[in-house]
């Protein structure tokens, strides 16, 4: 990234906003939770999570994030923001800690592949509105990139803003509860650049029976439209030109899914801006959602570029064993940096109580 910023650009490759959430997960469970029985779990972490998940991946790719976003007034907000402004280097000057406001907490338990979730919490003041002393930084910042997460029905005015600005836009959905699945109700869906839905919203809300079908119809509306499909990999449109391309997903032992999705669109983030073809963004995306389940927890899940260059030279020293993958993955072999010996991470924790820093 470093050799494609150029002196006027924005100090801020990519700029995002939302709820963090304090996340316990629990894996190793036999079975889902049964009524009137407690359940043993074989492993446990805390993590920040929320929209932590999607700023830690991308601040390990190296990319210069930035987070607007509310911290509680408590332990776990403090623990949380050291984690993403000590620990992973994410800019935090447009967050604040909301004073007797209590962090949000997602209980997540992970079994057969599967997740399970639990979550409370209550809205934080607007981010926008002034802090107490008055001072109020450039808000959305100038950014190469955002990524925004669409809501059926409303509008953020943050995105118009940052798109006008010069932002590249990549968003993701979540499901539709009202169950009207209209691509009318995402009113930001205009400014967006990219639009990463999984299979099931993208065939809901253009109502089709086939992810791919549902990808061709959603690049009339985005550049880039990408349908994940699961265990399947992932498949795009290139609206403006009409290639497409699709992956196959990587097999792993999965540990934890919570999160996976944010790291893949982390990593297709990371190709776009380093203009890389589509399909390696996608073989990319997968690649590191692939790493993250392996480890506890959303965001101190992600791997860094470390991680990536042990799979790599994993896969050059087996190339029998993984020939597709050496083909598929060839173009890694000029981006990983050397593997020099562990660079260790931080990963989730399964308590926040020990007397020192996250």
């Known amino acids: 990234m470093r050799a494609l910023r150029a002196p006027a650009d924005p100090a801020c490759d990519v700029f995002l906003t939302g709820t963090v959430f304090l996340d316990i997960i629990f894996t190793g469970l036999d079975s889902a939770p049964v009524r009137g029985t407690e359940s043993w779990a074989r492993g446990m972490g805390s993590?920040?999570?929320?929209?932590?998940?999607?700023?830690?991946?991308?601040?390990?790719?190296?990319?210069?994030?930035?987070?607007?976003?509310?911290?509680?007034?408590?332990?776990?907000?403090?623990?949380?923001?050291?984690?993403?402004?000590?620990?992973?280097?994410?800019?935090?000057?447009?967050?604040r800690t909301v004073p007797g406001w209590h962090s949000p907490v997602t209980v997540s338990m992970a079994y057969e592949g599967e997740r399970t979730m639990v979550s409370h919490g209550h809205d934080a003041p607007p981010l926008d509105a002034p802090p107490l002393d008055g001072a109020l930084p450039e808000y959305p910042p100038r950014a190469r990139a955002a990524v925004a997460s669409l809501v059926p029905g409303r509008s953020e005015e943050w995105v118009a803003e940052a798109a006008g600005g010069g932002a590249?836009?990549?968003?993701?959905?979540?499901?539709?509860?009202?169950?009207?699945?209209?691509?009318?109700g995402l009113a930001d869906l205009e400014h967006c650049e990219a639009f990463l839905p999984n299979a099931q919203e993208a065939m809901r809300y253009t109502r089709t029976d086939c992810p791919r079908a549902a990808a061709r119809a959603l690049a009339d509306k985005v550049r880039y439209a990408v349908v994940t499909l699961g265990a399947e990999g992932a498949y795009a449109v290139d609206g403006a030109t009409g290639e497409t391309a699709e992956v196959p997903a990587i097999e792993v032992a999965a540990l934890d899914p919570t999160g996976a999705g944010d790291v893949f669109v982390a990593g297709f983030v990371t190709g776009t801006l380093a203009q890389w073809p589509l399909a390696d963004r996608l073989a990319f995306g997968g690649l590191i959602a692939a790493l993250s389940v392996q480890e506890f927890g959303g965001s101190l899940s992600a791997p860094g570029w470390n991680e990536v260059a042990a799979w790599w030279q994993q896969v050059r020293n087996h190339p029998r064993q993984d020939a597709a993958a050496l083909s598929r993955y060839a173009f890694l072999e000029g981006l990983v940096p050397p593997l020099a010996g562990p660079v260790p991470l931080r990963r989730a924790v399964p308590t926040i109580g020990f007397r020192r820093s996250a």
Do not use: K
């Open 47 to 95: 993590s920040p999570g929320g929209v932590a998940n999607m700023a830690t991946a991308l601040a390990r790719m190296g990319l210069r994030t930035s987070l607007a976003a509310a911290f509680g007034d408590d332990h776990y907000g403090e623990y949380c923001w050291d984690a993403l402004e000590q620990g992973e280097g994410i800019d935090l000057s447009l967050s």
């Open 168 to 184: 590249r836009i990549f968003a993701d959905v979540g499901w539709d509860e009202s169950g009207r699945w209209d691509l009318r």
